[in-house]
């Protein structure tokens, strides 16, 4: 079984500064590890995700996320953040092979001013 | 433009009263997936479908039914509908093969049920 444990459940920042958004995981087997964003009112959107190769993986809007094996994380930053990027962020591992993620419960980033 | 669709959007029923959520993908996908989204708890997934004719259960399927006898199309039934299944509720569909079918992943936009 796999669990994914994201330990903030809410991020305020400020315009332009940079954000680090934290997912852990355990998993008995290799897994595939994604993030996810999801703007108020909406589904969720596919943000980035590591399937193998370099460990560092990044979007079209510049976040980046790294996988790191031995400390069983994939943390989700941004240099530096606009108000358009206030969403519910969720983080989700699926194994190798399988089809059936499991999600983080979600961090909230709020975006000020 | 490639999408999923959810319909209603929006639903106020009763316990005990079977209701179904259409929800379809115009992408030829053959992996498509229901979750229901509850405040503090995430995603959680209550059935998924590999292709047509073939479904599993997901983490939470109790109370819930699926069908898939057409590719593009996988409705969400609830028989009988109690308070606890309160919830936001997504369609979702993957693509490609191997490995790759990771990289097309659309979620629908959402299903708000509420059962009295």
């Known amino acids: 079984a796999q669990s994914v444990t994201q330990l903030d459940s809410q991020v305020p920042v400020f315009e332009e500064a940079p954000v680090e958004l934290r997912c852990n995981y355990s998993?008995?087997?290799?897994?595939?590890l994604f993030w996810y964003v999801q703007y108020p009112n909406q589904g969720l959107q596919l943000l980035l995700k590591?399937?193998?190769?370099?460990?560092l993986v990044e979007s079209i809007n510049g976040f980046e996320a790294e996988f790191n094996k031995s400390q069983t994380s994939f943390h989700l930053r941004k240099p530096s953040v606009h108000i358009s990027d206030t969403a519910e962020y969720f983080c989700a591992v699926i194994p190798g092979g399988s089809y059936i993620p499991t999600f983080g419960r979600g961090t909230s980033l709020i975006v000020h001013p | 433009e490639a999408q999923v669709t959810q319909n209603p959007r929006y639903l106020i029923t009763v316990t005990g009263k079977k209701l179904t959520v259409t929800c379809s993908q115009n992408m030829n996908h053959e992996y498509m997936s229901w979750y229901r989204q509850d405040p503090g708890l995430g995603l959680r997934q209550i059935y998924y479908s590999m292709n047509v004719e073939v479904t599993d259960k997901g983490d939470v399927p109790e109370g819930y039914k699926v069908s898939r006898k057409e590719k593009r199309n996988f409705p969400l039934i609830l028989e009988s509908p109690s308070p606890n299944q309160t919830s936001l509720y997504f369609c979702a569909s993957m693509g490609g093969s191997g490995r790759s079918s990771y990289n097309e992943q659309f979620f629908g936009p959402g299903t708000r049920l509420t059962v009295l």
């Open positions: 590591y399937l193998s190769g370099s460990t």
């Open positions: 998993s008995s087997v290799s897994v595939y």
